[in-house]
Each structure stands twice: as structure tokens, then as C-alpha cells.
């Protein structure tokens, strides 16, 4: 879906449609509180954010999950719990959101490289690697510079709270490699690009 210089119609669609997924994966408990287990909400935010990499490529997925990220910021309510405004920079978990861009950037280079089926699901992988390595780090240095933090919070303690959501993480990116290899050998969706 790469291209250079000025987005195209296609791409003023694609983009703001994956930030519209976005704001339903961040609140789909919302819709459907089975995907509550115990106490753990099963969000699709880092499966749309790696999905919008592999699919649209670096460039458009990343600007993607921008335009997510400032409208969100702007106050529509697309983050989290319906969440949004200015004021959720200062919020421990605003990292996880600036990793979406990161992430769909990173996924969308390792697929335009070499666009095979076996690149597909290393990128989904590797994205949401970036989204655990960014947000998790924001997160600790949040509870360390500006947020209060539990008592005894280490660097241990940030990543062993993110240990619960791995399986499904790593489950998810898996099956958005596979979409992502079948979606894109539509043509309306992926014009340009020859898939292995």
C-alpha cells in the first residue's frame, strides 16, 4: 500500500478506517464483556495497531495509528474505557498508545522488505514486541517520574504485570499475520503490491 509523496482517496479511507478499529479494540469489552476474563479485559488495540502495519504498510499504517492517537487527545472518546483528552498523556498506559505508531511502522517495513506469508506473521510478532517494549517502559518511568506508584514498584514488577497478556498478545499477532497475508491479495486493498 506504499506510496510516495501525497496520501491518495484509498489511502484517506484506510487510514482513518484501522484508527476507527482502534477506538472499537480499545473499548470492546464494551460490546461484548464476555472477552472479560476474571478481571482482565481482552482489548484488540495491538492487533489492529500490528494489522495496519502489515497491511497498509510503514508509512500509512503509522499515520494511522497518529491520527488515532490525536484524535483521542483532541477528546473524542476512543481510548480505553472510553477515554480521552490532553489529560491522558500523564496516564501511566498513554506509552502503549504512542507504541501503536511504532509498532505498525515497524510491522509494515519487515512485510515491504520481503512480503511473504512467513514475513507476515514475524512482523505481527515483532510489532507487538515494539508495543510491549515501548509502553511497558513509559509505563515504569511514569510510575517513577509522575504517577504514584504502588508500593514497592520495580522495573520487575512493570513487566510481570504485562506477563498475563502475552499469551493472548502473541495468539493475536499470529492470526494478523495470517489475515494480513490474505487481505492484501485484494486488489482494492492492496493494488500495488505482488504477494509471495
Known amino acids: 500500500m506504499e506510496t510516495k509523496g501525497k496520501l491518495t482517496t484509498r489511502d484517506m479511507v484506510l487510514a ?3 484508527a476507527a478499529l482502534m477506538a472499537i479494540g480499545a473499548n470492546i469489552t464494551s460490546f461484548a464483556p464476555f472477552m472479560v476474563i ?3 479485559p481482552i482489548t484488540l488495540q495491538t492487533f489492529f495497531a500490528v494489522l495496519a502495519g502489515v497491511i497498509l504498510g510503514s508509512r ?9 492517537m490525536l484524535i483521542g487527545l483532541f ?9 480521552g483528552g490532553f489529560s491522558s498523556i500523564l496516564s501511566p498506559t498513554f506509552g502503549f498508545i504512542v507504541s501503536f505508531i511504532f509498532a505498525a511502522y515497524v510491522a509494515g517495513k519487515i512485510v515491504e522488505a520481503k512480503p511473504t506469508f512467513g514475513r507476515f506473521i514475524v512482523a505481527a510478532i515483532v510489532g507487538t514486541a515494539v508495543n510491549y517494549l515501548v509502553g511497558t517502559n513509559w509505563m515504569y518511568l511514569a510510575f517513577k ?4 506508584a504502588p508500593e514497592g514498584f520495580t522495573y520487575t514488577m512493570a513487566w510481570g504485570w504485562m506477563v498475563l497478556f502475552i499469551p ?3 495468539t493475536l499477532a499470529i492470526f494478523a499475520g495470517i489475515l494480513a497475508h490474505r487481505l492484501r491479495k485484494i486488489p482494492t486493498i492492496n493494488a500495488n503490491k505482488k504477494i509471495a
Open 75 to 83: 477528546g473524542a472518546p476512543v481510548f480505553a474505557k472510553f477515554g
Open 16 to 18: 482513518p478506517l484501522f
Open 168 to 170: 493472548k498478545d502473541l
Open 145 to 148: 517520574l509522575w504517577a504514584a
Open 38 to 40: 476474571g478481571q482482565v
Open 60 to 68: 500509512l499504517g503509522s499515520i494511522s495509528m497518529l491520527l488515532y
